[in-house]
């Protein structure tokens, strides 16, 4: 299995508390990029591929820092201004590089049982194609949220319509499985937004159109109860320092037993 993470942004909503690229934010004594990896590591993940852009230098001296650059390779995104939907398509060959390949947000802070549920060679009804799911969110229109219907996802989008009928929807971790016959459609479908100039979209529209056109190739997997949370706010940070915390004195949280 392969990783590919998404690192590109500038992320303009902590800016007045970070100034370097979100995934460099320390929590508990190491950072996110730290992290992600200890814990790709440990689940077997052959490679990953990192997306970068804003600050990219920074995290190549973070990668040389943790003795990463034999396992991590960079991709420099130099359109990072623009929507992540780029970031996507200048990773596009390397979403087929298969079997599985793991899709990620960098800015994300885990209980590394959320990315064990991903990687467990179970699937749910069988099908590897696979969301996380959390259905404990706060209202609003900032969660990406997944939408389920008798069993079965039917959207994923910050903005839902008004007369969209569903069961019951999660936010999403921003933490996707893909197999290689559909990390190769969507590279292929990040190509219909550049080709379309779409350079603002966010790269979750691109998952979204393969979602709608093959709804039953796609399932998900729940990790409510588990702890998380995508750093955008400053409040946030304070939010994952917290987290942060709390992991280290649970051996199955983190990898530092």
């Known amino acids: 299995m392969n990783a590919v993470i998404l690192a590109a942004g500038i992320g303009k909503r902590l800016s ?5 690229p979100k995934c460099l934010l320390q929590m508990g004594g190491k950072t996110l990029l730290q992290r992600h990896i200890e814990n790709l590591q440990n689940l077997g993940v ?16 973070e990668l040389q820092r943790i003795g990463a650059e034999d396992f991590c390779q960079t991709i420099f995104n130099p359109n990072y201004k623009k929507g992540s939907v780029l970031s ?39 099908k590897i194609n696979l ?62 937004y550049i080709d379309n100039n779409l350079t603002d979209e966010p790269y979750e529209e691109a998952i979204r159109d393969l979602l709608l056109e093959t709804p039953d190739t796609f399932d998900y997997v729940d990790v409510t109860g588990l702890a998380w949370v995508e750093i955008d706010f400053p409040e946030d940070i304070i939010r994952a320092q917290s987290i942060a915390k709390d992991m280290a004195s649970d051996p199955q949280a983190t990898h530092d037993d």
């Not at 007045?16 to 370097?20: F, R, T």
């Not at 052959?46 to 001296?61: D, F, N, P, S």
């Not at 390397?94 to 990315?115: E, H, I």
């Open 131 to 192: 969301f996380l799911l959390d259905r404990e969110f706060g209202p609003g229109d900032e969660p990406v949220k997944i939408c389920v219907a008798g069993n079965r996802l039917v959207e994923f989008r910050k903005l839902l319509n008004d007369d969209l009928k569903y069961e019951f929807a999660g936010e999403s971790v921003g933490f996707f499985r893909f197999d290689a016959a559909t990390g190769a459609r969507l590279a292929r479908r990040t190509e219909h």
């Open 16 to 20: 007045s508390v970070q100034e370097a």
């Open 88 to 126: 996507l398509w200048h990773v596009r060959e390397f979403l087929t590089t298969g079997p599985d390949v793991l899709l990620m947000d960098a800015d994300v802070l885990y209980d590394r049982r959320v990315l064990e549920r991903l990687c467990a060679n179970q699937y749910t009804n069988g």
């Open 46 to 61: 052959e490679r990953l591929v990192l997306c970068t852009g804003y600050q990219a230098q920074q995290i190549e001296a």
